[in-house]
């Protein structure tokens, strides 16, 4: 195995997006056939993560935000390479994953991955030291060494591993499960680390504890988050840039603070208009996102937003919105907010959501 | 639920041995204990399998030579406790050497089976795609079949044995429990633990073994259990059919054939044979819902 | 529902072909050569070529399986060696005596096991649960060639109330619709409805169970349903799966049936069978088991449309 440790130190810099690219995703596509006729062939598709293209800084968190459905867990798969993508390429440090520089086993040392289901993300046969030595152990660690280390780890994300090493999953509460699995995503030393609804399922005292071990992990171990959550305030929180994404498309992407308070997207301004907001004398009126989703089976043409959009117009619908850049380091897929598409309009167009909150 | 586990207590010591939890399989048999039915199944089950074992030293009489002045007894016959069989032998000792052939050839084939329709089934389940429905459309080709038709058409076309019992029992117990095998896998599969397996670079051989293994086998197990029963029913089957053992060596469903002509002479010792299948096929029923109850506590 | 239908008859038909490769190569699997059971012992060499050749035996496996199929589509499954007779012929004559006994059977089966279901489901963990569900382990453990000894010992042996063998007086090889025939039935139909009569109930036991403890049932007795009313909804909760369990088992007992005649000297196929067996006659071995196995498959077939349609809760 390579040592451990170089690449740490470099990689544990606070940046706040504006570092280099750790892991650099390109026209990734996933679509999923759905079976059925008399002879059950893929009659339909669904759309689920269609030409994503994404840059993961090193040291940032990456926070991914969306209606369920969107293909947020759909991406984190891809990008953990669980499911095969239809297209699309990975590269990460400079490497193409899946390349002779960079194999697969390789790549999922240094990737790992948080999911939203303590219990099912644990094998009930095993007891909790067994479950995160296990990793270690994949990749020739041997038995007793990788022990003292998940203990160590343990110890780290705050159980005490002479109470809890022992122990089965089922006898864990939520929280204490979700600890585990954080302790064996830490267990292979990764640089990145996938959190998909990690915290959702976890009651909102339990998730704050959660989230705080989180950054102190993160500084600490100099890690790179993709956090993907369907709650916007612990995207705020937790995030340094933020990425939207709408039926499998990404539709912003941009520095978590400017997104949160100038979203240039109609449908990030709508999300964000919903938000239940903390303060009593700013209520959420009226829903300003009518309907649900389209349904990605046939997802509408041109801009997939089209149909739901307080703003559209008839070019919309034909043709599709290229991701730009609207300011430095924030990027859209709007034509109304792009000025090459030639449908440039004024900021009128997209509903402010101060004025609608209001 | 107040997670209480951020406590900032004394430093904790990485090194103190852990707390071990009870392990799966030891609370399986904590309650499985506690079931009465099941352990008198199982009681009953090691009490006929001690029979057979022992069978030298137990059985009163030599199992294979009688005299004809002595044959079909009633039951309570002196000397001959159960009575006497229609060429004189003295019924109790064949019963008891009977346990050997009934049980080798009832539990073999699903010990077979087991080993066999697992690996096939897990194969299946984990692989999935292509590789799952060449395997399992086989697997429906022999589902086509009633397991006794295809038990009594295989052994009667490779012809009478024990031999050819055994292989065609095999055959007959490998589609179900593969069927089970590949329905618990498929189910696992899809489980995060198992994609949190693959995310840390396992193997898939690796996976199976440390991640899918622990948690399909006792379901396929209970499984298995079950079928014997089935297979006790079926084996002694093709003996009474006269496919299985042959004569004169004792066996209860060749015993319960041979034993047919004489139901209007001693109807009662013409019946004994199948009062063994009858309870040994029973208690394994029984054992293998307590097994079941026992396993389902928790996921 | 039409699709799913034409998609599971498209389905069945590679599990036909391979049911047709199993028939084949069981007499393949016979061990020596298939001619020589066929053969006179002082049978000159021409004349086992001549044979030989008739029979198809000289060509490749695949090649002979392909003729045997063309064959047997056209209704031509060979000629049993034992009687002389078309396979296709004795195998149609027996098949009727067994379809009865076991569409009896299953019928007995069937208002058992549904009865002891209901009880043991509606009544769970009481003393009537305990005893109905004792009689459905005994159904599915107790050996059911046995039960016929012991049920010919109580009933024809020490009572003599009714005949022990044979499908009706003096040797009637046609099963029909009479008092004398019915007495005939009685006892093997008896002892073959265990088996259904154990599977049902434990099905049905447990479907009821369920679906008491089901919520909608509270409900419907919160809002002051009769007794009555919650029973129906049960039933028609319990009855599409009920109902298919029951057309499976009548494919098994077809199948299985021959343990069960052998005991009675019924003359179905299981009797058929154990003869081709004994006599060696791998024509009609191989004949009985495709029938009889066509038979199940598309039992199931039916079973399984059907069902899908009863039941609203299984898609497409």
Known sequence: MSPPDTSRADSARPLNGAGEALLTVRGLKKYFPIRGGILNRAVKRVHAVDDVDLEVMRGETLGVVGESGCGKSTTARLLMELIEPDEGELIFDGCKVGSRELPLKEYRRQVQMVFQDSYSSLNPRLTIEDSIAFGAQVHGTPKREALARTHDLLARVGLDPARFAGRYPHELSGGQRQRVNIARALALRPRVIILDEAVSALDKSVEAQVLNLLTDLKAEFGLTYVFISHDLNVVRFVSDRVLVMYLGKVVELGEAERVYTHPQHPYTAALLSSMPSMDPDHRTEEPPLAGDPPNPIDPPTGCRFHTRCPSIRPFCATREPPLADVERDHAVACHARVPASGYHDDAAAVPDPEKITA | ?299 | MLSYALRRIIYTAPVLLGVAVVCFALVHLAPGDPLISILPADASVELEERLRALYGFDRSYVEQFFLWLGRALQGDLGTSIASGRPVTTEVFRAVGNTLTLAAVATLIGFVLGCLFGFVAGYFANSPADKAASAAAVFGVSVPHYWLGMVLVIIFSAQLGWLPATGAGPGGSAQWRFDAEHLSYMILPALTMSVIPMGIIARTVRALVADILAQEFVIGLRARGLSEFGVFLHVVKNTAPTALAVMGVQLGYLLGGSILIETVFSWPGTGLLLNSAIFQRDLPLLQGTILVLALFFVILNLVVDVLQTALDPRIRR
């Open chain 2, 1 to 299: 639920m107040v997670d209480a586990t951020q406590t900032a207590t004394a430093p904790l010591d990485p090194v103190a041995a852990p707390v071990r939890s009870e392990g799966y399989w030891r609370s399986v048999w904590r309650r499985l204990r506690r079931d009465k039915v099941a352990m008198t199944a199982g009681g009953v089950l090691l009490f006929i399998l001690s029979l057979a074992v022992f069978a030298p030293w137990i059985a009163p009489q030599d199992p294979l030579h009688g005299t004809m002045l002595m044959r079909l007894r009633p039951i309570g016959t002196e000397g001959h406790i159960l009575g006497t069989d229609e060429l004189g032998r003295d019924m109790l000792s064949r019963l008891i050497w009977g346990g050997r052939l009934s049980l080798l050839m009832g539990v073999t084939p699903v010990i077979f089976a087991f080993f066999i329709g697992s690996a096939i089934g897990i194969t299946a389940g984990y692989a999935g795609g292509i590789v799952n429905t060449l395997i399992m459309r086989t697997v429906d080709v022999f589902y086509a079949f009633p397991s006794v038709l295809l038990a009594v058409a295989l052994s009667g076309a490779l012809g009478a044995g024990l031999g050819n019992a055994l292989l065609s029992l095999t055959v007959v117990f490998i589609p179900p429990i593969a069927r089970v095998a590949e329905s618990v896998t498929t189910r696992l599969r899809s489980s995060d633990f198992i994609e949190a397996a693959r995310a840390s670079g396992a193997s898939a051989l690796t996976i199976v073994r440390v991640h899918v293994l622990g948690n399909v086998l006792g379901p396929i197990f209970v499984y298995a259990t079950s079928l014997i029963a089935v297979s006790m029913i079926l084996a002694s089957g093709l003996s009474f059919l006269g496919l299985g053992v042959r004569p004169p060596n004792p066996e209860w469903g060749l015993m319960l054939n041979t034993l047919r002509t004489a139901i209007y002479v001693q109807p009662w010792v013409a019946a004994l044979p199948g009062m063994m299948i009858f309870a040994v096929s029973i208690s394994f029923n029984l054992l293998s819902d307590g097994l079941r109850s026992a396993m389902e506590v928790r996921a």
